[in-house]
């Protein structure tokens, strides 16, 4: 039996214990590791990583693992179960940290899009902004991401 199913995550942290003594029932907890099937935990991690845009170095990182093994891993050869279980939780943590920031960017996007409404043109939004036409383009097409730097700009714009 593989080291995967013995894997405990944390009933703490899904707050099981304190339902249970509560009575209540959230139901079956999703979870990545639900499932011991190698070919879905593998999708899970690339699929999150291209979602989420999550680089392989921050990936890594945060898995603590190599990237000859994150290479291997993609070419299809078998890893560790220590590795794989890695780089799920990694993926899993990277993808909750993303998602709030994600929100907060499309928000500005919609705000820096309604102040182009306002001020007609990309070359007059760019020149109140301190920034380049180009990049401008950029950032509203989501070829490039809001930085913080720009959202302040935003925040200070007066059209």
């Known amino acids: 039996m593989?080291?995967?199913t013995h894997l405990s995550i944390g009933k703490e942290s899904d707050q099981i214990e304190e339902n249970e003594f509560i009575g209540e029932e959230a139901g079956p907890l999703e979870h990545p590791l639900a499932t011991t099937d190698r070919s879905e935990l593998a999708?899970?991690?690339?699929?999150?990583?291209?979602r989420y845009e999550?680089?392989?170095?921050?990936l890594l990182g945060r898995a603590g693992v190599s990237s000859h093994t994150l290479r291997g891993?993609?070419?299809g050869r078998r890893i560790s179960d220590k590795s794989?279980?890695?780089l799920v939780r990694a993926a899993e943590q990277l993808r909750h940290e993303t998602?709030?920031?994600a929100a907060v960017n499309a928000r500005?996007?919609?705000k820096l899009r309604e102040f182009l409404a306002l001020a007609r043109s990309q070359n007059k939004l760019a020149k109140l902004l301190g920034v380049s036409r180009p990049y401008l383009g950029r950032v509203l097409s989501g070829e490039k991401?809001?930085?913080?730097n720009m959202i302040e700009r935003i925040r200070v714009i007066r059209v």
């Open 108 to 110: 500005w996007l919609q």
């Open 73 to 75: 891993f993609r070419a």
């Open 2 to 4: 593989s080291a995967l």
């Open 84 to 86: 794989l279980f890695r």
């Open 145 to 148: 991401p809001i930085t913080a």
């Open 99 to 101: 998602e709030p920031v």
């Open 54 to 58: 999550i680089s392989d170095r921050a």
């Open 43 to 50: 999708a899970f991690i690339f699929e999150t990583q291209k």
